[in-house]
């Protein structure tokens, strides 16, 4: 009996990252992405869900820095069909504005929920503050019953 072997000459050592980059398009988490962070470049470069696919995939690959995209896997994951792989300088680039995005949001939701009267009255009232240090920030916290704040 003979044996047949099939070899295929686009066989890349990251190609099980395929199946993960087609699977976070598949379930629509680009759109959910791109969608509440906004669009980031109108007519061309990378949105904010190529970005984060991108760092997906240097950690799913093994990498350890963001520099691995271009040094050493954009070579394979751009044979990926309708791959969109930025530099990491563009990866670098677009993690300082999702920072100052999610820093503008962050302030937004706390103004607007310390605007609330009854809240404002209950953070008012609570008398179990403890002191501590976030990322090297010293603040005062405390815990309380959480309800839906888009339900007011």
């Known amino acids: 009996m003979a044996k047949i072997a099939i070899r295929h000459n686009n066989i890349v050592p990251y190609g099980e990252i395929f199946y993960a980059m087609n ?9 959910l992405v791109d969608g509440r962070l906004n669009v980031r470049c109108t007519n061309y470069g990378y949105q904010y869900s190529d970005i984060m696919l991108a760092l997906f995939s240097i950690y799913l690959c093994g990498g350890d820095h963001i520099e691995d995209i271009t040094t050493i896997l954009n070579k394979y ?26 820093f503008l949001r962050t ?37 309380s019953e959480f309800t839906d704040f888009l339900s007011d």
Not at 23 to 31: A, M, P, Q, S
Not at 77 to 102: F, H, N, Q, Y
Not at 109 to 125: H, I, K, N, T, W
Request: aromatic share 6%.
């Open 23 to 31: 699977e976070f398009k598949r379930t629509g988490l680009d759109k």
């Open 107 to 143: 302030d937004t939701f706390y103004l607007r929920a310390s605007s609330c009267a009854d809240r404002r009255q209950m953070y008012e009232q609570c008398k179990e503050w403890r002191h501590t240090t976030v990322n090297g920030q010293d603040m005062d916290v405390a815990s």
């Open 77 to 102: 994951l751009s044979t990926a069909p309708g791959a969109r792989i930025p530099s990491s300088d563009t990866i670098a680039r677009g993690l300082k504005e999702l920072v100052e995005v999610v």
